[in-house]
T-cell receptor
Framework: GNSVTQMEGPVTLSEEAFLTINCTYTATGYPSLFWYVQYPGEGLQLLLKATKADDKGSNKGFEATYRKETTSFHLEKGSVQVSDSAVYFCALMGRETSGSRLTFGEGTQLTVNP | NAGVTQTPKFQVLKTGQSMTLQCAQDMNHEYMSWYRQDPGMGLRLIHYSVGAGITDQGEVPNGYNVSRSTTEDFPLRLLSAAPSQTSVYFC??????????FGSGTQLSVL
């Protein structure tokens, strides 16, 4: 079945540091890949997505590239801000399943200190 | 522009009680789903629906029931609450094979 593995957290960085959160996946076929972000006390919001190999999703300075050869979708940001503190979830949507079923990773808590 | 609305935001139950978590969306999405979020486990799918009158089980369906009588509403019923159901519950909706929109969550404690 489908699965997503994220790097273990939590991650603590200083403002303006470089961020990488690793994400690898196992899936049959050609899934779509997503990063969702959850700010304290809120629901999940889509951060970025990629629907096919070599696609790069980007939003708010965050980027992730769909790498089929390494089955990865690592999240990066060149300079983090305190406002980026949140929990980040990597997820995949397989085409072989019904509807829009998302499989999530465990989530990575990011704290950015001033 | 409400999106996905969940009620209540917080709930405390005693073991054995029943309750219904409400979810409504105003985006005319055919797909709706319920997830539970537990520390270190990400979000796990409980039940989902691909349209009115159609529901199916996800990864962790035991102890929960759903129905989908309208496109807009997708309530989640706990038949006899157990401490293992203490969690944060999220409802989500979307178009088929499109991104999901999430509600703000319901924090449930079962004592």
């Amino acid at each position: 079945g489908n699965s997503v593995t994220q790097m273990e957290g939590p991650v603590t960085l200083s403002e303006e540091a470089f961020l990488t959160i690793n994400c690898t996946y196992t899936a049959t076929g050609y899934p779509s890949l997503f990063w969702y972000v959850q700010y304290p006390g809120e629901g999940l919001q889509l951060l970025l997505k990629a629907t096919k190999a070599d696609d790069k999703g980007s939003n708010k300075g965050f980027e992730a590239t769909y790498r089929k050869e390494t089955t990865s979708f690592h999240l990066e940001k060149g300079s983090v801000q305190v406002s980026d503190s949140a929990v980040y979830f990597c997820a995949l949507m397989g085409r072989e399943t019904s509807g829009s079923r998302l499989t999530f990773g465990e989530g990575t808590q990011l704290t950015v200190n001033p | 522009n409400a999106g996905v609305t969940q009620t209540p935001k917080f709930q405390v139950l005693k073991t054995g009680q029943s309750m219904t978590l409400q979810c409504a969306q105003d985006m005319n999405h055919e797909y709706m789903s319920w997830y539970r979020q537990d520390p270190g486990m990400g979000l796990r799918l409980i039940h989902y629906s691909v349209g009115a009158g159609i529901t199916d089980q996800g990864e962790v369906p035991n102890g929960y029931n759903v129905s989908r009588s309208t496109t807009e509403d997708f309530p989640l019923r706990l038949l006899s609450a157990a401490p293992s159901q203490t969690s944060v519950y999220f409802c989500a909706s979307g178009g088929h094979y499109e991104k999901l929109f999430f509600g703000s969550g319901t924090q449930l404690s079962v004592l």
